[in-house]
């Protein structure tokens, strides 16, 4: 069941006139433009034990994402495909307003758009993750960890799992006669294929004003936000409305077009962070 | 182009395998209040899928902390019956059903005057009966159209549907074997006569152009579903004058 948010902050809400008047001017509180995202760093391989692990800064955000591949049988309707799962955990340490458990709308939101975007366009080669046709087949879990929430959770997240993936290495594997696999998990037998890049670029609609890149404060002052997940050809590969309030058409054509701009940033972002550590 | 799996999904002629144009809906059913206890009820049918939403409220929870001082609360959840898929669907809530749950509040609570009713919630529950493509747009529909019969004071009716890309032609309400093949497939839901789109999603890939041309045609399309609405609930006015 979908709950209306009944624990709102109540500061933001004062800022908001505040927030108008600078956007006004084509001003941000942190210096930004209406269209730029905050600085964005990506650190990868963080994490040894994972196949493949990004850290992200997003502003303040931080997200990290952690890949691990495991040895699995395929859905019945794809026995000639590996599997991609992506799931989000709201960690608590990272906002007063995360609480442990189970993750709620919100983190399966997250984990769902993101998920989507990688599946529909192909971004990760399943057809490459076949051990045994219809028997054995690499999973491939994408797990994203909130670290700290200063909004816009879903690009952070989106360049994390990027990231992690495009450096993530497939693991070696013996096979015993028994039919057994057993996963060398110290041996690599080269990288895991990825075949697109994907970033998503979330933007929020206050008032009459689309801004890319929402800080926290500005998702909580916020009608309604979109998700825009483009490749790196500049086609749209997944997209999702999020929050309480509409777009006019003309208004969903803007958000179309500053995102798609926007990626631009994000990409190159994405392309120096993997050259530089690659 | 549009064959998958040796079914034919547009024809050279260019029709759809169930001899609909790509522009075309389905059979579209609605009644109004269909059920005794709930203030609101409605059963929406496209095609083969049958949802039937019902609306409780503005009442007062049993959580007392969730109410909020200067609105009600809306409450949303979109349900599958075990029985309405082909394979036996799981009663326990999947994170597909969370998704969606959170979707269709999202699209509604821009159009129910919730500033009206503080401290009390209104429950709005969608069970899809039998799934054939566009549950979450028929629910969205039918969720509307209880929210009116219960007499809840609404901005506008929202109406929606799904526009599917299959082999690069756009085609209107998508059904479960077009989904099944489908590029990429676009739920819409609006609010026509307050010129807002409230629930938008794309599952696939489709350029900026692709984008444009299906709002036009969903958006074409919600305006006439919304206009069933109306005719829907008109007649049960009038039906309830003639007693």
Do not use: C
């Amino acid at each position: 069941m979908s709950t209306t948010p009944f624990k709102i902050p109540i500061v933001p809400s004062i800022k908001r006139e505040t927030y108008l008047n600078l956007y006004s001017r084509g001003l941000r509180l942190d210096n930004r433009d209406l269209y730029t995202p905050r600085r964005v760093e990506i650190e990868t391989g963080v994490v040894e034990k994972a196949n493949g692990s990004a850290l992200v800064s997003l502003g303040n955000t931080k997200v990290m994402a952690g890949v691990k591949i495991e040895v699995g049988t395929p859905f019945r309707d794809t026995p000639d495909q590996g599997v991609l799962t992506v799931h989000a955990e709201f960690v608590p340490l990272a906002s007063p307003t995360f609480e442990p458990g189970p993750p709620d709308e919100n983190a399966i939101e997250l984990a769902r758009v993101v998920d989507r975007s990688l599946r529909e366009v192909g971004a990760v080669d399943l057809s490459s993750l076949v051990i045994r046709e219809g028997e054995k087949v690499w999973i491939v879990w994408v797990d994203l960890y909130i670290l700290d929430h200063d909004g816009n959770l879903f690009d952070a997240s989106m360049l994390a799992a990027m990231a992690a993936l495009k450096t993530a290495s497939l693991p070696d594997y013996e096979e015993y006669e028994t039919g057994e696999i057993e996963v060398l998990r110290d041996k690599s037998q080269g990288p895991l294929k990825v075949d697109h890049t994907v970033v998503t670029v979330t933007t929020a609609k206050i008032g009459n004003y689309i801004i890319v890149d929402p800080t926290l404060d500005e998702e909580a002052i916020s009608d309604a936000r979109m998700v825009v997940a483009v490749d790196e050809q500049g086609r749209i590969v997944g997209l999702q409305k999020t929050g309480p309030h509409g777009y006019t058409r003309e208004e969903l054509e803007r958000v179309l077009n500053i995102s798609l701009s926007a990626s631009k940033v994000y990409f190159k972002s994405l392309e120096e962070a993997l050259a530089r550590q690659g | 182009m549009g064959k998958k799996g040796g079914q034919v999904l547009i024809t050279e002629e260019g029709l759809r395998h169930d001899g609909r144009r790509p522009d075309e809906l389905r059979q579209v059913r609605m009644e109004v209040d269909v059920l005794e206890n709930a203030d609101g009820s409605a059963l929406v049918e496209f095609g083969g899928t049958k949802v039937l939403a019902a609306v409780y409220g503005p009442r007062e929870p049993i959580q007392k902390y969730i109410v909020l001082p200067d609105k009600a609360v809306l409450r949303v959840r979109y349900h599958m019956a075990p029985f309405s898929t082909s394979e036996r669907k799981s009663p326990a809530p999947s994170r597909r059903e969370v998704e969606l749950s959170k979707v269709i509040r999202e699209a509604l609570e821009s159009v129910v005057l919730s500033d009206l009713y503080p401290r009390t919630v209104i429950d709005v529950f969608i069970e899809v009966l039998q799934a054939d493509g566009g549950t979450r747009t028929t629910g969205l529909t039918a969720a509307s159209l209880a929210l009116a019969d219960a007499g809840i004071p609404l901005r506008a009716l929202v109406g929606a549907v799904a526009v599917g890309k299959i082999g690069g032609t756009l085609v209107l309400d998508i059904d479960e074997v077009e989904d099944n093949y489908a590029e990429a497939d676009m739920p819409v839901g609006a609010a026509p006569d307050i010129g807002l789109v409230t629930l938008f999603q794309i599952n696939g890939v489709m350029t900026k152009e692709e984008v444009a041309k299906g709002l036009d045609m969903a958006l074409n399309a919600i305006e006439r579903i919304v206009e069933m609405e109306k005719e829907v609930l008109r007649s049960k006015y009038a039906r309830v004058g003639e007693v």
